[in-house]
């Protein structure tokens, strides 16, 4: 069983940066495919970021992409998500996953273990 924890969020001006972290439990962190999701008040959570055991392998949203980066320090057990150019549209809890049986996988039903979330809001 792995526990994720994230940090990290907060308020940020338009155009600002913000770096989440999610550190997980467990020595068998590396084994897991990670992945950054995010919800907005009223709507479905969505993906964001996905990376692959030995962090080789990322994949974005479209509407991160470019401006987002997903990277894992396996030593440390920690994912991260870079935040740069925020945009209010941007505003949502977002939550680490760790998908057990996946590398990067963009689907949120592969993802076994779930952080409790870090609140992300961007003032216009």
């Known amino acids: 069983q792995v526990q994720l924890v994230e940090s990290g969020g907060g308020l940020v001006q338009a155009g600002g940066s913000l770096r989440l972290s999610c550190a997980a439990s467990?020595?068998?962190?590396?084994?897991?495919?990670m992945g950054w999701f995010r919800q907005a008040p009223g709507t479905e959570r969505e993906f964001v970021a996905a990376?692959?055991?030995?962090?080789?392998?990322?994949y974005y949203a479209d509407s991160v992409k470019g401006r987002f980066t997903i990277s894992r320090d396996n030593a440390k057990n920690t994912v991260y998500l870079q935040m740069n150019s925020l945009k209010p549209e941007d505003t949502a809890v977002y939550y680490c996953?760790?998908?057990?049986?996946?590398?990067?996988?963009?689907?949120?039903?592969?993802?076994?273990?779930w952080g409790q979330g870090t609140q992300v809001t961007v003032s216009s």
């Open positions: 996953a760790a998908a057990r049986d996946y590398g990067a996988t963009t689907l949120r039903s592969d993802y076994d273990y």
């Open positions: 467990g020595r068998t962190f590396s084994s897991y495919g």
């Open positions: 990376i692959s055991r030995s962090g080789a392998i990322t």
